[in-house]
């Protein structure tokens, strides 16, 4: 089946601690975002990658960080940095560059602070 | 900053009636898109409405958008209980701010 698998579902964070949340897809979608969301919210935007090796800060890039070394990957990185981590991480992808087309979602990571 | 606010934030609805969704927003835009959101799940995409179209159907689903009000609104009818979801609009902000901008979602409850 052709889709975006994330993983874990759920992570555990311990204070001053890295944790790397998985988004892969295998629809050769070439853009790919991370969202975050928090309860009874809208997403927010992180992180997007529009190309492999190219990627771009959403509206809360900081204490977070990303690569996209290959098309099919776009992990994501938590850092100590972020102060407030506890959310619901969404990764989506999307055929083309740019934001008009629609979105494919993986089905989140919840992550919580120990 | 949230481009699209849903309104009403909840709806309780009993089955096989119908249910509304509004969605408002700032800009002017080039494409409105609605989605839905079991919860603990990803959003699913629902149907996307270009800025030169008025109304568009889906199944149970009708969108329409007023470009002059700034507004959309989400219809399902003779909704089920597997339609108890969150129901978010996301617009794209004219190109302008390149991202997809989504709205604080409404959620709807469907009693069996």
């Known amino acids: 089946d052709g889709g975006i698998t994330q993983s874990p579902k759920y992570l555990f964070r311990k204070e001053g601690q890295n944790v790397t949340l998985s988004c892969e897809q295998n629809?050769?979608?070439?853009?790919m975002y991370w969202y975050r969301q928090d309860p009874g919210q809208g997403l927010r935007l992180i992180y997007y990658s529009q190309i492999v090796n190219d990627f771009q800060k959403g509206d809360i890039a900081e204490g977070y960080s990303v690569s996209r070394e290959k098309k099919e990957s776009f992990p994501l990185t938590v850092t100590s940095a972020q102060k407030n981590p506890t959310a619901f991480y969404l990764c989506?992808?999307?055929?083309?560059?740019?934001?008009?087309?629609?979105?494919?979602f993986g089905s989140g990571t919840q992550l919580s602070v120990l | 900053s949230q481009q699209g606010e849903e309104d009403p934030q909840a709806l309780s609805i009993q089955e096989g009636e119908n249910a509304t969704m509004n969605c408002s927003y700032k800009t002017s835009i080039n494409n409105l898109q609605w989605y839905r959101q079991n919860s603990g799940r990803g959003l699913v995409h629902l149907i996307l409405?270009?800025?030169?179209?008025r109304e568009k159907h889906s199944g149970r689903l009708r969108v329409t958008l007023d470009t002059s009000k700034k507004s959309s609104s989400l219809l399902i009818t003779a909704s089920r209980a597997a339609d108890t979801a969150s129901y978010f609009c996301?617009?794209?902000?004219?190109?302008?701010?390149?991202?997809?901008?989504f709205g604080t979602g409404t959620l709807l409850a469907v009693q069996p």
């Open positions: 996301a617009t794209d902000g004219d190109g302008a701010t390149n991202k997809l901008i």
């Open positions: 629809l050769n979608h070439d853009a």
């Open positions: 409405i270009r800025s030169n179209e």
């Open positions: 989506a992808s999307s055929a083309q560059q740019g934001f008009n087309e629609k979105l494919f």
